[in-house]
């Protein structure tokens, strides 16, 4: 073994964007490209000797390939060790779980979550600090600086590693060691909730349907769930991850997760259903012809939260992103604790879950977390609900509706579109920065603006501040339209529409979400054109 300097120039456009650097598979797969993505953390980092570094990803197309690659290179780099997932699988919270408990420098985690996989799909990076969580900016905007002038990178030449077996190995001075992806994880989790008492609820003959989506969260639940939980053995379905996630897109929601829908809206379904994406940070809930927005999912949690025994202190916060909905506002103002509203991006929760500020966090697009971890956690949810399930007797339909009784229930919908030419959509957003300073006061179809800005946040705990991260349109009457443009996919852009209405008349609370939301949705076509901007009549997908 020796290791090398190779030469190497510049790759334009390597700059991290909402969860690291995402782009086809091809664009991987050019010589150099991932390497100089390495080199340019590692720089970043510094003197790397004597530190640990985690390893892992959520086991799409690329992903054996680029384990290999980084083991080297961080051998190159002096790491005294590195912990790899078994197969070069690790779900992004289990990242950030092994990061914590072991005292890591941080993790590498190769992942596009619920983007497609496969030779023609999408890849991905990105790095975790020490907390376990996502790169703050200014360590992203480091690294896409040392992007632009990197002139050399180090690799060790050694042979691949048998990811398969598990135990220690050494590439150069590095000790590699393959742990089991779902052990430490599994081992938080069973401190956090209640086992026994979920245990009972299988027992009694309660029934689950989790979807694991061919990804990464599928060996988990099926460790967990049916082993440690004793779930009847078939309870995970698609538990096996796969390079091309089937074929199927690993986003859990009602379009993507169909064959979930299907079972929940059977006459005969389960109890209870759960998905999760591609590499395990997200969560869909479901009850039996029920489904719940993850808006609702963060709110009816945290007014439960006591339940679960990893959380009977109680609440020191909640946050959630601009475009969540606002019922966990309302829960927030009932426990007498703040509700932080941040810019999209888990990075964001990160001080304010350092800072003891807040206990849980949540964004509308089907993640939610706490302060276990520095990430959003799919699975986590699931056990949660599973914690609340077992412990009040109830339904997820009858959690949920009383819930609405109690608080109101916020209407809420995202229409996502995608594949956008990016020219079009920046310049639909810039037409509207132009009327914002027009709209307030006016009455658009019954409903009168009060606030019309371009979300701006200030960290309440270092004041670094965020500009820019999505236009609000808000009513008198507490409803809200936003738009933002997403920074997760990897052709053109993807426009995002939230539209949200409170009803807090129980008489009000039946209607259909789309119907609820429509008066918003002509609204937000008559501010925004949309249809004129992106040459589409209706989004790509509801959620």
């Not at 086809?24 to 570094?53: H, I, M, P, R, W």
């Not at 109101?408 to 310049?427: C, K, L, M, P």
Request: aromatic share 8%.
């Amino acid at each position: 073994m020796s290791i090398t300097t190779v030469n190497t120039t510049p790759f334009p456009g390597q700059r991290p964007g909402t969860s690291g650097l995402r782009k086809k598979v091809a664009v991987f797969q050019q010589a150099g490209y991932l390497e100089n993505f390495v080199q340019s953390v590692f720089d970043t980092l510094g003197d790397c000797g004597g530190k640990t570094l985690v390893l892992g990803g959520d086991g799409r197309f690329h992903n054996r390939v680029a384990v290999q690659t980084i083991l080297r290179m961080a051998a190159a780099h002096g790491f005294a060790r590195v912990l790899v997932g078994q197969g070069g699988i690790l779900s992004t919270p289990a990242v950030s779980c092994v990061i914590r408990k072991h005292g890591a420098l941080g993790g590498i985690v190769l992942s596009a979550s619920h983007n497609p996989g496969g030779p023609d799909g999408d890849f991905g990076i990105k790095y975790n600090i020490a907390n376990g969580g996502p790169a703050p900016e200014n360590v992203t905007e480091a690294i896409f600086q040392r992007t632009a002038t990197i002139a050399h990178y180090r690799i060790s030449d050694a042979a691949d590693i048998d990811l398969n077996r598990l135990g220690p190995s050494r590439i150069e001075q590095t000790e590699v060691t393959v742990i089991d992806p779902v052990a430490d994880y599994a081992e938080l989790m069973e401190r956090l909730f209640d086992f026994d008492a979920i245990r009972q609820l299988f027992a009694g003959g309660f029934r689950m349907c989790f979807d694991g989506m061919h990804a990464v969260s599928g060996p988990y639940a099926k460790a967990i769930i049916e082993g440690q939980l004793g779930a009847p053995a078939g309870t995970v379905i698609n538990a096996v991850p796969l390079e091309d996630f089937g074929g199927h897109h690993p986003d859990p929601n009602p379009v993507n997760a169909a064959q979930l829908i299907e079972i929940m809206a059977a006459d005969n379904a389960p109890d209870f259903g759960a998905a999760s994406d591609g590499d395990g940070d997200r969560n869909m809930i479901l009850g039996r012809k029920f489904d719940v927005t993850p808006s609702d999912s963060l709110a009816v949690l945290a007014a439960h939260a006591t339940l679960a025994p990893g959380y009977r202190a109680g609440l020191k916060g909640i946050a959630r992103s601009m475009p969540t909905s606002r019922a966990a506002d309302r829960v927030a103002e009932a426990l007498g604790i703040p509700c932080f509203e941040t810019p999209t991006g888990w990075k964001f929760f990160g001080n304010l879950l350092d800072a003891g500020k807040a206990t849980l966090c949540g964004e509308e697009s089907y993640g939610t977390g706490s302060d276990h971890i520095r990430e959003k956690d799919g699975l986590w949810a699931v056990l949660f609900w599973l914690n609340l399930l077992a412990v009040t007797g109830k339904s997820v339909e009858q959690l949920v509706s009383e819930h609405w009784k109690r608080f109101g229930r916020n209407y809420y919908s995202r229409h996502d579109y995608e594949a956008v030419e990016t020219e079009a959509a920046n310049e639909l957003m810039a037409s509207l920065r132009i009327k914002l300073a027009t709209l307030k006061g006016q009455d658009l179809g019954h409903h009168v603006v009060a606030l019309a800005d371009d979300f701006d946040y200030t960290d309440p705990v270092d004041g670094a501040v965020a500009s820019r991260q999505g236009i609000r349109i808000v009513m008198t009457n507490g409803s809200r339209v936003v738009f933002r443009l997403s920074g997760t996919g990897t052709e053109g852009a993807t426009l995002r529409v939230y539209l949200e209405r409170y009803e807090p008349d129980p008489a009000f609370h039946q209607l259909p979400t789309q119907q609820a939301l429509y008066p918003l949705a002509l609204i937000a076509e008559q501010v925004a054109g949309i249809a004129d901007w992106t040459g589409r009549a209706h989004p790509t997908v509801t959620t």
